[in-house]
């Protein structure tokens, strides 16, 4: 099963949750049919309000048996993930939020070096030898990678203000363009969403590369068959307003809109996208 989150602000976040929970060397199944149930519940949610009510139990769930069984590598992405979700979307506000996507980090970090051992050296290591380190994860650590770099992504997001959070986003992008190597299905091309923005980030006069930005939104679209409102959104958000192009902005906008909300796995989050699209659409005149 999978989650999905973009931020409520600043660069975005998301994830990608497949929580399989299991004890201590298999012998304890917590996740299998729970995990699924709770799962499909969230993801095909079309009343935000109860997920964010909702979510806190699973939660410390998902923190107890991370007490419990300290070094399983499926609770910890699972933990990363669940935080990072709550903390990118639902947290009241940017302080509670960046509480909770700090968790989230630390989990995803543990996760992915108790799964690639190298990695519990990569804190602090220079760039170009990071990429190397990443290039020796393999196909059957995406979903750690994957859990490692949302929760990273989420929390600097949380913390956006902080110039030391932005100096990180390189190592980020370079893990998600790892990702992108390995499988660049995964997530239904979502991973271009999280590219797309990242590209965004910066206008063309400070070094962006808005034609790399919208290639990947583009890109995300196409492979979702336009399933994944918020592809649209964000590509509106973070694209066409930095070019000041009104004419997508609004299409895109009014075509989330127009959309129905329901989609397997994708519920959720597309009604979120509907919220944000009518609320960007609304202060389009002001904002061109």
């Known amino acids: 099963m999978t989650y999905r989150s973009r931020g409520r602000s600043g660069w975005g976040g998301g994830l990608l949750a497949g929580v399989a929970m299991l004890g201590a060397g298999g012998c304890t199944y917590v996740g299998g049919l729970v995990a699924e149930t709770l799962s499909a519940a969230i993801l095909n949610q079309d009343d935000p309000a109860i997920v964010r009510a909702g979510l ?3 939660l410390l769930i998902v923190d107890g048996y991370i007490i419990q069984y300290p070094d399983n590598v499926g609770l910890l992405t699972a933990g990363a993930q669940l935080f990072a979700l709550y903390g990118s979307r639902f947290a009241e506000d940017d302080a509670y939020g960046a509480i909770l996507t700090a968790k989230s980090r630390r989990y995803g970090e543990r996760a992915m070096c108790l799964d690639h051992p190298p990695a519990c050296d990569w804190a602090g290591l220079d760039y170009d030898l990071f990429v190397a380190e990443l290039a020796q994860v393999g196909p059957r650590q995406t979903d750690v990678l994957y859990a490692y770099a949302v929760s990273w992504l989420s929390h600097l997001n949380a913390t956006s203000s902080d110039w030391t959070a932005v100096g990180e986003l390189p190592w980020v992008q370079a893990a998600m363009e790892r990702l992108l190597e390995l499988d660049e299905m995964y997530d239904n091309g979502g991973l271009h969403v999280y590219l797309g923005i990242l590209y965004a980030l910066r206008p063309p006069a400070l070094g962006g590369q808005p034609e790399v930005a919208q290639a990947h939104f583009e890109r995300s679209i196409e492979l979702s068959s336009g399933t994944d409102l918020s592809a649209k959104v964000e590509y509106a958000q973070r694209y066409a307003r930095m070019m000041f192009d009104q004419e997508l902005h609004d299409r895109l906008l009014k075509e989330v809109i127009a959309a ?29």
């Open 56 to 58: 806190p139990a699973y």
């Open 260 to 288: 129905p909300a329901e989609a397997p796995g994708r519920t959720l989050f597309n009604v979120l996208a509907k919220q944000d699209a009518r609320e960007l659409l609304a202060s389009s005149a002001d904002y061109f």
